[in-house]
């Protein structure tokens, strides 16, 4: 009996000597001497629980018991747990520990409980693919450059109105489908009914999801949204080689796409005779925004004859060539017979209210969906996974929500949200970024927040007036408001000559090769220029430019040799041609430099070249570090060239 | 040379304390009584000496509770098997506890003089089960969190006091910080005081009515008028004997703690989520020893089930010796003259048994049935 205990007494002792780390940091310890072999000393290592604790953030993290080479730079090919951990910009091990990025069990010294998921410890250590999710935490979510997952799931998350639906204090409410009101008076019946039934069918980059109505309910839906009575009837005349110029000459596919081919800011115009009714096209060429405040078309001005014109090729050219007309017609008479008082309750019951205002006779009954303010920290418990069997080491916050991402019916078939059907790449992004939605607040000193917030630079007076007319901010960004697409407007006052942009605005050529999104050629009045100029020249201004004004000697830069010195520089010793053109010939990927010096003021020429990435930050122009001098020469060559 | 060592060390007078006159050494190693009170007492000084040993890295904090038990748990020296065997040492005394009292309750041992020991007895085996509550919670973890939610509720339940007496337990109106600290104060402090106070008293007691009524003890046995004692047979001493008993009973300790050390390095004690108020785990489950009077509060009135049903059992089992004054059957493991008592007895245990069966085995979210082979809807 004693010698029992005495065993069992040897076996506890074994085990307390021997927790499973030990295995790592021997192999450690002989990769070390391993590494130290030159050295005449062997290196010290002791045996033991590593450990940070992190006091501000309550966090207490051993991962370095096993993680053993994070801070020595030999271990940068390892193979795990001894890698060297990447260069992550200054984030001091010692102050941020690992578990407030990572997640996973901080105090635990054994593999499995520190990286999860165990079944008492709800965290377990991120997937690669969904790491940013934490960079929020500290710095915010509109950090574009250093976590663009994350930037891209917040897009995501917005422009697919998801707070529509799901209510996440501190941000606001967005509706971004269009209302839905006078129905008769825009779309064909029958198109209506199969867009319920399946948007992308019709649309494949729609944003709308599919709500996954039966045949029937679909045919309910359409007959409530299908009121507001009749259309005006309008004769559609013959496709002519006019309006297809004006199309074209237009440029509507810089946003529009034709059988996929094209923008993505507005819809497919492939199909479009068997959506729209001619009026509404009409109605919407003259002025989209009477229709649909928030629309991002511009008021181009055609003239009455010329829309007519445009109408006529639309609807005589872009025809489903796939309709059937009899199986239309079934459809049509479908959602006459629809019974309204279901589909009344099917659109307040799936909330379609969350993207759409102004259905006549529905009440938008605000946020439906679960609330999301702390959706990255939900227990799991409160995640149903449904008939579906999940393994225990499966049961994850992030796979649930990755999965519910790609398929929203996965787990329960008759659910209110409809299905986005994301791919991989869009659902790693909405997952990262919900995952990043954990309703708490670092302590202030960790909050750093980065990149820039969207600006709510709203303009007013005429200026606001010819900006909301022509919807600038769809493309152009000025002072932190606005889109990707075209170049950013913040210091056109000090970039361009008002010669320049008078041409440009009537007749816009092609700067920038390689885009697909041309500026279209509006309809704009001299006036309007003089608006947009005075602006851009009082107050788009930096000063840096400005101040060059004056100090340059415009004689010196015709000196014929000082021209053939930055001709040199240009096409030998730094090679631009590489990416841009002049008269036709060198790369795409920069702008055409052909006459550039009518186009760019010289100020700016010589303050651009000084350091390109001063205002466009994100400029791909290789920084060069030109002299003085060289950027003297470079500069009188590019105004010279004619 | 050796005798003599042995006599030092076994026929001394410290062995000799224990009890009031010379016994019959030979007819205690013929009993068959299992020596579970002995038992009992073992487990308590494991109990304490592993108790103090995990007070060192415990604080009673809920911030710190819980990351306490994970340092035990991963980094302190011992820490895990020390808390796995104060852990399953605690299930071990519950249960022989009661079997301790089964025991006597079977012999009829509770019988004129040792009636007030049983009393003291049962003050014990609540004593333990106050124990095992409070220590239940000290992790402050969710099985924690919530057996100390559903048993504060249970409280309520009581008539007139029911809000204020939860109001004194938890020290204020949810389980918190206060609540840690008075279950970490009962269970460190109060109660070993008590336990300690009311075992000298039972230990007493068994010196002074001279051990057990073992039917076949020589010495101090009850007998009707008119019986004639049974004939002393012989004299049974000798340092041999009592070397036997001596051995024989500290061998048993030495099984308990081989059997305590073996469960701990096989299987580590049960330890869940960090306490999290907003997430109730569906069902929400008292500690197994628990669990049938939660299976009989679901069945109704709060009142009826939770307060009276326990409390009349408490007074009646108290009772018991102080009721049944009968004189047949001492010291004689079921004997035929009590077979309804022990009919009784048995039932209400298997009563008992079975409703901790039924609420720990077969009772899903939601407190709805479920056999075995049925799955829980996973939520």
Not at chain 2, 85 to 95: D, E, F, W
Request: with cysteine; net charge positive.
């Amino acid at each position: 009996m004693a010698l029992l205990v005495l065993l069992l007494f040897i076996g506890q002792l074994w085990k307390n000597s021997n927790p499973s780390y030990l295995a790592y940091q021997k192999q450690f310890k002989s990769l070390l001497i391993q590494k130290a072999a030159q050295k005449s000393k062997d290196p010290e290592f002791r045996f033991g629980v590593r450990q940070r604790w992190i006091e501000k953030l309550k966090k207490t993290d051993r991962c370095e018991t096993c993680h053993l080479g994070m801070e020595d730079p030999r271990f940068q090919n390892a193979l795990q747990p001894f890698r060297s951990h990447p260069d992550v910009g200054g984030h001091d091990f010692e102050k941020f520990g690992c578990t407030v990025c990572h997640g996973g069990q901080g105090l635990a010294t054994s593999r499995n409980d520190a990286h999860g998921p165990v079944e008492n410890w709800n965290q377990a250590i991120y997937h690669q693919a969904f790491m940013e999710n934490s960079c929020g935490l500290c710095h915010g979510e509109f950090i574009q450059d250093q976590a663009p997952v994350l930037a891209r799931g917040r897009t995501a998350f917005q422009e697919h109105g998801c707070r529509g639906c799901h209510l996440v204090r501190g941000k606001e409410r967005i509706i971004v489908g269009p209302p839905l009101d006078r129905m008769t008076q825009r779309v064909k019946s029958d198109w209506l009914y199969r867009w319920i039934l399946n948007p992308k069918a019709y649309l494949p980059k729609t944003k709308m999801p599919n709500p996954k109505f039966s045949p029937q309910q679909a045919a309910d839906v359409a007959a409530v949204l299908f009121q507001g009575g009749k259309s005006l009837e309008v004769k559609v005349g013959q496709p002519t080689a006019e309006g297809k110029k004006t199309f074209l000459d237009s440029r509507c596919v810089s946003c529009h796409s034709l059988e996929g081919k094209g923008g993505i800011l507005g819809p497919e115009l492939s199909k479009i005779s068997s959506k729209m009714v001619p009026d509404r096209l009409i109605r919407i060429i003259k002025n989209p925004h009477e229709l649909w405040a928030a629309s991002q078309m511009p008021i181009y001005g055609f003239s009455d004859q010329e829309i007519l014109k445009i109408v006529d090729y639309l609807v005589g050219e872009y025809i489903d060539l796939e309709l059937d007309e009899s199986q239309a017609a079934a459809q049509a008479r479908m959602v006459q017979a629809g019974n309204k008082l279901r589909g009344k309750e099917l659109i307040e019951k799936q909330g379609c209210t969350g993207c759409h205002t102004q259905i006549e006779g529905v009440k938008d009954r605000g946020e439906i969906g679960l609330e999301m303010t702390a959706i990255g920290a939900i227990h799991i418990s409160h995640l149903d996974f449904g008939r579906i069997r999940v393994a225990p080491q499966d049961r994850t916050v992030p796979n649930w929500l990755y999965n519910k991402m790609k398929n929203s019916r996965l787990f329960k078939t008759d659910l209110k949200m409809p299905d986005y059907a994301f791919g991989d790449r869009e659902a790693e992004a909405v997952t990262t970024y919900l995952l990043g939605l954990k309703g708490q607040e670092v302590p202030a000193a960790f909050s750093l927040p980065l990149g820039v917030k969207p600006s709510s630079f709203a303009p007013q007076g005429k200026f606001g007036r010819v900006v909301d007319k022509y919807r600038c901010f769809t493309c152009h960004k000025i002072l932190g408001r606005g889109g990707e697409m075209a170049t950013d407007l913040t210091q056109e006052g000090s970039r361009v000559h008002r010669a320049w942009l008078e041409k440009f605005m009537k007749a816009p050529d092609t700067i920038r090769p390689i885009l697909v999104e041309r500026m279209p050629p509006f309809k704009i009045q001299a006036s309007e220029i003089e608006t947009l100029y005075t602006f851009f020249e009082a107050a788009l201004v930096d000063d840096r430019v400005e101040n060059l004004t004056g100090t340059i000697k415009e004689n010196a830069l015709r000196d014929p040799a000082l021209i053939q010195q930055g001709k040199n520089l240009y096409h030998q010793k730094y090679a631009c041609q590489a990416c841009h053109q002049i008269n036709h010939q060198g790369g795409l990927i920069g702008p055409d430099l052909t006459k550039v010096g009518d186009r760019l003021r010289i100020e700016w020429i010589l303050y651009y070249l000084r350091n390109p990435k001063a205002f466009v930050k994100r400029s791909v122009e290789p920084a060069f570090k030109l002299a003085d001098k060289e950027i003297e020469a470079m500069a009188a060559f590019l105004v010279s060239s004619k | 040379m050796r005798t003599d060592a042995r006599d030092l060390l076994f026929q001394n007078r410290f062995w000799k304390s224990f009890v009031r006159k010379e016994i019959p050494v030979n007819q205690w190693l013929r009993t068959k009584i299992l020596g579970l009170g002995l038992i009992n007492f073992y487990l308590f000084v494991i109990l304490t000496i592993t108790g103090i040993l995990l007070m060192f890295y415990y604080t009673p904090d809920t911030e710190r509770a819980y990351q306490g038990i994970k340092d035990l748990e991963y980094v302190a020296s011992f820490g895990l098997i020390f808390r796995n065997m104060h852990r399953y040492a605690a299930y071990l005394m519950l249960i022989s506890v009661f079997l301790h009292m089964s025991r006597v309750f079977f012999t009829a041992e509770y019988r004129e003089p040792r009636e007030f020991n049983w009393v003291t007895g049962f003050v014990l085996f609540l004593c333990t089960a106050v124990m095992a509550i409070t220590g239940y919670i000290l992790p402050w973890d969710q099985k924690g969190y919530w057996a100390m939610t559903i048993t504060s509720n249970v409280v309520t339940s009581a008539p007139v006091i029911g809000e204020k007496l939860k109001y004194l337990i938890l020290g204020g109106n949810e389980v918190g910080q206060n609540a840690l600290v008075h279950a970490y104060g009962m269970h460190v402090k109060i109660m070993p005081l008590i336990i300690g106070l009311v075992m000298g008293v039972h230990f007493w007691r068994i010196r002074k009515d001279d051990f057990l009524a073992w039917a076949v003890w020589g010495g101090h046995l009850d007998f009707k008028e008119g019986e004639t004692p049974p004939a002393p047979q012989g004299p049974e001493q000798g340092p041999s004997l009592w070397q036997d008993i001596i051995v024989r009973e500290l061998s048993k300790f030495l099984l308990i703690l081989a059997l305590v050390m073996g469960i701990s390095l096989l299987f580590n004690a049960p330890l869940e989520e960090g306490a999290n108020p907003s997430v109730t785990p569906s069902p929400v489950k008292a500690p197994w020893f628990l669990v049938g009077m939660q299976e009989l509060l679901s069945w109704g009135a709060p009142f009826f089930f939770g307060v009276l049903v326990p409390n009349v059992m408490i007074v009646l089992i108290i009772l018991i010796p102080y009721m049944d004054r009968g004189r047949e059957g001492i010291g004689v493991w079921f004997h035929p003259s009590r077979r309804l008592a022990n009919i009784l007895f048995t039932a209400v245990v298997t009563v008992y048994l079975g409703l901790i069966i039924v609420g720990q085995f077969l009772r899903g979210p939601g407190w709805v049935f479920y056999w075995p082979w049925q799955s829980w809807p996973i939520h």
